[in-house]
Nanobody, 118 residues
Framework: QVRLVESGGGLVQPGGSLRLSCAASGFRISRFGMRWYRQALGKERELVATITASGTSTNYADSVKGRFTISRDNAKNTLYLQMDSLKPEDTAVYYC???????????WGQGTQVTVSS
């Protein structure tokens, strides 16, 4: 059974840090480029960061560039998102994603809530 399980979310003060993890089972993430998305309440889902299957190339949304770092450990079958200098506008549910073709067949996690508030 294919599963993606996010963890590491929580409540943090502005300027703080969190590290999200996404543990995969039932498939090997080494075959996939991977993505982190987020969705704030009442807003559309936003692509936050992407990483190639080998981990050699990453891309970020302008809103998080320089503050977030996506990484992966293919041996552990796990994806990560290091989030530093967090802002209230980073508050959202964060999802990991393994893109497939067609997109309707993508693998998704259940999401983890990140709340940035004083």
């Amino acid at each position: 059974q294919v599963r993606l399980v996010e963890s590491g979310g929580g409540l943090v003060q502005p300027g703080g840090s969190l590290r999200l993890s996404c543990a995969a089972s039932g498939f090997r993430i080494s075959r996939f480029g991977m993505r982190w998305y987020r969705q704030a309440l009442g807003k559309e889902r936003e692509l936050v960061a992407t990483i190639t299957a080998s981990g050699t190339s990453t891309n970020y949304a302008d809103s998080v560039k320089g503050r977030f770092t996506i990484s992966r450990d293919n041996a552990k079958n796990t994806l990560y998102l290091q989030m530093d200098s967090l802002k209230p506008e980073d508050t959202a549910v964060y999802y990991c994603n393994a893109p497939r073709s067609p997109p309707a067949d993508d693998y998704w996690g259940q999401g983890t809530q990140v709340t940035v508030s004083s």
